[in-house]
């Protein structure tokens, strides 16, 4: 049999976990200092006016449940940076684990050993056994 206090404890647990949500939207322009109009106050007059109180999302839509805060953005130096640190990054990786060179012969490499190093221009002079000509070849890695 129950007695009328634990009745009431439940009840009192049911009403706790149907709490209703507060239904917000918020509206997060990122922040700049360079920004003098007061933005806040021109959307909260942009709401009144696109959705007066007749209006039939005015409900949804209205100063209660739309809130207004500013998020910060990293600064142009931070941007920057944070990428070039990326790239750095990523060649670093990639001369470290990639090999530099593919000759049979790696004594003989025209290039120390580098000849498949990214962005590299070489000149090659070739002497043709037979006819005694002398070429010059100039290329680019890639
Ligand atoms: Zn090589």
Known sequence: MRTKETANNERKATKTTNRRKRRITWFNPPYSKSVSSNIGKKFFDLLNSCFPPNHKLHKIINKNT???SYSCT????????????RIIKESS???????????????????????????????ATVLETNTKKIDTFIGITF
């Open 66 to 68: 739309i809130k207004l």
């Open 93 to 123: 990786n990639k001369d470290s684990t990639t090999k530099l060179c593919n000759c049979r012969d790696k004594q003989s490499c025209p290039l120390q050993e580098k000849c498949l190093k990214k962005s590299t221009v070489y000149q």
């Open 74 to 85: 990293p600064n142009i130096k931070q941007i920057i940076s944070s990428h070039n640190k």
